[in-house]
């Protein structure tokens, strides 16, 4: 991964190319038990092990949609947020989100990032929209591929 601090300029320049891969994460029945608890969804495909492995068509509990939404933050930061020279640097949103493959308790995920565009805003302001594809160790098709969007402060 390029370390360098990227101006709004050296983004830019970017478009259209893959800036950053994340490290991979652990998405362990822990993990998958602990977000339905904080979100009171403790649907059997997640949480009920057994019932899981014997009935579903995965074979295995899978982790929430999104809960593997929700760790694109922290492999945001790493694969790209780390190598933006901001003074801040807030979440804006998503533009777009596929669900493309279930997360089997106990794989590990990584978030593959592109440039789609940085457009100036004024005020030292930039908005960056990225594309994100969350990868499965192991398999073909990806878990999620989201746009993203954040608002950069210089």
Request: charged fraction near 25%.
């Amino acid at each position: 991964m390029n370390m360098a601090r990227n101006t709004p300029a050296d983004l830019a320049a970017r478009v259209g190319q893959e800036i950053g891969v994340s490290s991979w994460i652990a998405v362990d029945q822990s993990r998958i038990d602990e977000f339905a608890h904080c979100t009171d969804d403790h649907q059997w495909i997640h949480v009920d092990v057994e019932r899981a492995t014997r009935e579903s068509p995965f074979k295995a509990p899978i982790a929430h949609g999104y809960l593997t939404l929700a760790l694109l933050a922290p492999m945001s930061v790493e694969a790209l947020m780390s190598q933006v020279q901001a003074r801040q640097v807030v979440n804006y949103g998503l533009d777009k989100v596929r669900f493309l493959a279930p997360v089997r308790a106990g794989r590990r995920i990584r978030n593959r990032v592109k440039i789609v565009a940085v457009e100036d805003k004024g005020q030292g302001r930039w908005l960056l929209t990225s594309e994100n594809t969350v990868e499965i160790e192991g398999e073909d098709k990806p878990a999620l591929i989201a746009t993203a969007l954040a608002m950069l402060m210089f």
